[in-house]
């Protein structure tokens, strides 16, 4: 429901912003138009974090084609940590089969709705991104808690988790990150991409833009992330982050 509301919420902005804001051609009469962009991002959204990076070529100044590749991990939203019954273990997530990843690589424009003057200030640009996306699982290792009948002691194993097998009450902690990759799931799809950045600074040269939006990415068929939960193959998610990089004539 949480998610939900800050997606209904990005969505108001979205189009309050359009609304508002005109393509002001009075604030860009003497800026020097920058034909190529590249730049670097890492952002944060409802289920998880990602890294990019998006290269551009500025048609008008108005009007921009851009093209991005990135990569982000997809929580699913009843994933919970929580601590073992046994002393000194680290915490787990019960419950969950596979740690999900998603790589991006599209293609889009970008409007710009306010355009700063060229002493400096806020320009506000929309837009939209649309194109393959590539979903990878990682299963999830735990340390499980053994007990060997001719010594009469515990000792501990790392198993892939297997609800039909492993009870809450013998898993000792989490894991190695390391172990899981060959057990890895391969989930082709698309994904589109909806925002606004907002570039401040009177320097055009180094782009320095806070980004907000909503992504949704589809698969062909149900990601398992969670045991005793419905999978999904529609993930939608509203995010925000902040692009650095730089232009050229």
């Known amino acids: 429901m949480i998610r939900f509301r800050n997606i209904l919420l990005v969505f108001f902005l979205l189009f309050l912003t359009t609304s508002v804001f005109g393509q002001s051609e009075s604030n860009i009469e003497k800026k ?5 962009e590249q730049t670097g991002s890492i952002f ?9 990076y998006h290269n551009g ?11 991005e590749i990135e990569a982000l991990n997809i929580k ?8 073992s019954y046994y002393d000194n273990s680290k915490n787990f997530i019960y419950g969950k089969l596979n740690s999900f990843y998603t790589i991006h690589g599209g293609v889009g424009q970008m409007h710009t709705l306010n355009g700063k003057p060229y002493w400096g200030g806020c ?9 393959i996306s590539l979903g990878i699982t990682k299963s999830q290792y735990l340390n499980i808690v053994k007990f060997n009948e001719s010594t009469g002691e515990y000792y501990l194993v790392q198993e892939r988790f ?3 097998v492993h009870n ?11 172990k899981g990759f060959n057990h890895m799931g391969i989930y082709p799809g698309l994904y589109a991409k909806i925002g606004l950045s907002f570039e401040y600074g009177a320097e055009d040269k180094f782009v320095k833009t806070l980004e907000c939006g909503v992504f949704a990415d589809g698969f062909y068929k149900n990601v398992p992330i969670m045991a005793y939960q419905k999978d999904q193959f529609l993930f939608v998610n509203a995010y925000i982050g902040f692009h650095f990089g730089r232009r050229k004539l």
């Not at 070529?57 to 093209?67: A, V």
């Not at 699913?76 to 601590?83: D, G, P, V």
């Not at 809450?168 to 390391?178: L, M, N, P």
């Open 32 to 36: 020097i138009l920058f034909r190529r």
């Open 44 to 52: 944060i959204h409802s289920e998880g974090f990602g890294i990019g």
């Open 57 to 67: 070529k500025s048609k008008t100044y108005l009007r921009k084609f851009m093209w």
């Open 76 to 83: 699913h939203s009843k994933e919970i940590k929580i601590s």
């Open 123 to 131: 320009e506000v640009r929309l837009f939209y991104y649309g194109g």
């Open 162 to 164: 297997d609800p039909a």
């Open 168 to 178: 809450i009450t013998d898993i000792y902690s989490r894991g190695s990150y390391f």
